[in-house]
């Protein structure tokens, strides 16, 4: 699909529209669901059935899932599972594969190297992607020597199921298209930056949710948004967003584009949108006061779920040292 | 090549022909004079190469898309060519306002003489009226055919050297604070007129007192309807806010990050993993504060306090760089004694440039003010008692 900047801007706002209204309404949506609002196909080619389109599309769902807090195989299976196999070089196992994502009929899991003792949507998924320098093998859970273990963590939003996969699967070495390592980075970086937006999602979500508390909730006969002290918090963390969200939009384009310099992009948005996300959901969970410590309210959820985030796919810290070894 | 990377390459070459590799050593303790002089030329230099005033539109000389500004601002600060000091309220703050207000007459009798070299003040500030702006106390009342100025104005940078000042004076005392203040341009050799510097807390004197006592300013010098002032500098000087930032951003980012990088280099700190990761940190929020100059130049972001958001960002990374910077050199970097006249807020004397940068975080409205107008413009929160 050959679009100009205005139109794929455009395209990309409707898509958010319709995703905040689906979501809103169903915030654990199913593999079904997800694929019938077109969303696990969008960079599936429209031959096979998906829309076509790029990272910068699959950017706007995952900043949405975040907003709502959404639980969903999307990250594992259409992120990062979709995202595999378009890597991978043209076979009729591959496109049969992306034809069923696009159609919600399977939820193919990438098993990243390093990375199998947490794997996103592994515990629903259909197939098993295991990535490793000379290609993807394609195992299936409860094949023998495929074991996958559900892993419940303190965010309760997320799904992380711990994969171990023995010996020969069976299934045949899917090459990669492209150099392997070159690969294998450029799924890291859609890991970073999907979660980074995300987290800059939820963040935003928690912003909005406590300039809303602040207006009406009273005390000493005024709106506590109106002391200096809360303004000025809530000033910082307008101040966080808006960093996060130029450093998450470079990364999304440069994924998208294909740039070479984008694990750049990718460590800065991870690192900061990641990091600012838990002190703007902390910053939240204090300027809500005691209602804002209860499990009723939820704010906690989202400060779990930034924290995790903020974990996944390299720390601040981590991705930082990476960047630092260009000086 | 595409046209944007041949442009780059121009302004690349260009750079490396007339930027004096000296210049800073030149301009260390240099005169006031001196200053202002090595001004004068680089901005004419600039100019004949068409790039003194990229930002004003073409008709008057500028003309540059905000993708050629970018590329002009990151290759300056690439070359680490000297940054316009003298000439910056002229060529920012006089010419949004003069754009945005002025008459045809007062943009022809001064847009071009600025592009010669007419240096420009601002005065805003009193000593009663930081802040609280709109409680200034200076005067300009009518009689006949101009408007009689007195009173004491505070923080004008540059003002020993300007040849006009952009004026903010009551020209109708009985009216609320806000809507009794007229814009003036006031010659600065007008009988009256008295400049004092100030001398700021890094040793330097680029701030002045400006004494008002009778000051006649003729009536076409009102710039705005009378008493509309305040509307005016409120619309000028948000709008031209992120053009300066950007040239800002690109200092930040090469000089001002290079510098700190080499600092840490010649301080054995490289394989410090804290000081590599503080580095890293500052890299990314400098990258994310060029992505906030952009979108703000571009219009894509028009929040309700964008100018506010950019303005606190910078100043207080600006103040955390150069902190780390201090600690980054120890004892040995206090020794010396000046920074270069004609430089970045970033110059690379750490300690020098740390105290410097309470010269951001404080004049243009402090970060107070800035968090203040970002819950309430910005976030919508209510006002504060």
């Not at chain 1, 769902?61 to 196999?85: H, Q």
């Not at chain 2, 800002?248 to 990088?261: I, P, T």
Request: aromatic share 6%.
């Amino acid at each position: 699909m050959t679009v100009t900047g205005a139109e794929a801007a455009e395209v990309r706002e409707e898509l958010r529209d319709v995703a905040r209204s689906l979501l809103a309404g169903d915030p654990a949506p199913s593999a079904k669901r997800l694929a019938s609002a077109g969303w696990t196909g969008l960079e599936v080619p429209e031959e096979l059935g998906g829309a076509g389109v790029t990272f910068a599309e699959t950017a706007v769902i995952c900043e949405e899932l975040g907003r709502a807090a959404a639980v969903s195989s999307f990250l594992g299976a259409a992120v990062l599972g979709a995202g595999t196999l378009l890597e991978l070089s043209p076979s009729a196992a591959r496109d049969d594969l992306l034809a069923a994502v696009a159609a919600g009929d399977a939820t193919p899991v990438a098993v990243l190297p390093g990375e199998a003792g947490f794997v996103p949507s592994a515990a629903s998924a259909t197939h098993l992607l295991v990535v490793e320098p000379g290609g993807v093998t394609v195992a299936v859970p409860g094949d023998a020597g495929v074991s996958v273990e559900a892993l419940p963590v303190i965010d309760e939003t997320s799904r992380l199921a711990r994969v171990s996969v023995s010996g020969a699967s069976g299934g045949p070495v899917l090459p990669f298209a492209g150099d392997p390592s070159a690969v294998i980075g450029r799924l890291r970086d859609r890991a970073a930056v999907a979660v980074a937006c995300d987290s800059l999602g939820a963040a935003e979500a928690m912003l909005e949710t406590t300039v809303a508390y602040v207006k009406t909730r009273e005390q000493f006969g005024r709106a506590v948004g109106s002391f200096q002290a809360v303004q000025h918090a809530c000033a910082d963390m307008l101040v966080a967003l808006r960093v996060s969200r130029e450093l998450v939009s470079a990364a999304v384009t440069a994924v998208a584009g294909g740039a070479p310099d984008a694990w750049v992009r990718a460590a800065m948005a991870k690192s900061h949108a990641c990091a600012a996300a838990v002190d703007v959901a902390g910053q939240a969970m204090q300027l809500h006061g005691g209602i804002g410590y209860t499990w009723e309210s939820g704010v906690h959820v989202y400060l779990k779920r930034a924290l995790l985030n903020r974990s996944l796919f390299g720390s601040p810290a981590g991705h930082r040292q990476r960047l630092a070894t260009r000086y | 090549m595409t046209d944007l990377e041949e442009y780059r390459q121009s302004v690349r070459r260009w750079c490396a022909d007339h930027v004096p590799p000296d210049w800073r050593a030149r301009q260390t303790g240099v005169t006031g004079a001196g200053f202002a002089q090595f001004q004068q030329w680089w901005f004419a230099e600039l100019r004949s190469a068409g790039w003194a005033v990229p930002h004003w539109p073409a008709e008057w000389g500028g003309g540059l898309s905000v993708a050629e500004q970018e590329i002009l601002y990151s290759e300056l600060a690439a070359a680490d060519a000297p940054r316009l000091v003298l000439q910056f309220v002229a060529i920012h703050h006089a010419a949004a306002t003069l754009l945005a207000a002025g008459t045809p007459e007062q943009r022809r009798r001064h847009l071009p003489a600025i592009l010669d070299g007419e240096v420009w003040c601002q005065g805003f500030s009193e000593p009663g009226a930081g802040s609280d702006l709109a409680s200034l106390r200076t005067t300009a009342l009518r009689d006949g055919g101009a408007y009689i100025a007195d009173g004491q104005k505070l923080w004008a940078s540059g003002a020993a050297h300007a040849d006009w000042c952009l004026l903010l004076a009551r020209t109708d005392p009985a009216a609320p604070k806000r809507k009794g203040i007229s814009y003036f341009l006031l010659d600065m050799k007008t009988p009256g007129v008295d400049v004092r510097p100030v001398r700021n807390a890094v040793g330097e004197s680029h701030f002045c007192e400006i004494f008002l006592a009778g000051a006649r300013i003729p009536a076409e010098n009102l710039i705005g309807p009378e008493n509309a002032g305040w509307q005016v500098a409120q619309q000028t000087l948000g709008a031209e806010r992120g053009l300066t930032m950007l040239e800002l951003a690109e200092r930040l980012g090469h000089a001002g990050f290079r510098w700190l990088v080499a600092s840490c280099r010649e301080a054995g700190l490289l394989d410090d993993s804290r000081v590599t990761d503080t580095l890293a940190g500052f890299e990314t929020e400098i990258e994310g504060l060029r992505g906030l100059c952009r979108s703000q130049v571009a219009g894509t972001s028009a929040g309700p306090a964008d100018a506010s958001v950019v303005k606190l960002y910078y100043s207080e990374l600006l103040q955390r760089m150069t902190d780390f910077g201090v600690t980054v050199t120890g004892v040995p970097g206090f020794t010396a004694l000046a920074k270069p006249a004609s430089s970045g807020w970033e110059s690379g004397i750490w300690p020098l440039d740390f105290i410097g940068s309470w010269e951001w975080t404080i004049p243009g409205g402090t970060s107070e003010i800035q968090r203040t107008i970002i819950a309430e413009r910005g976030l919508g929160l209510p006002r504060g008692a």
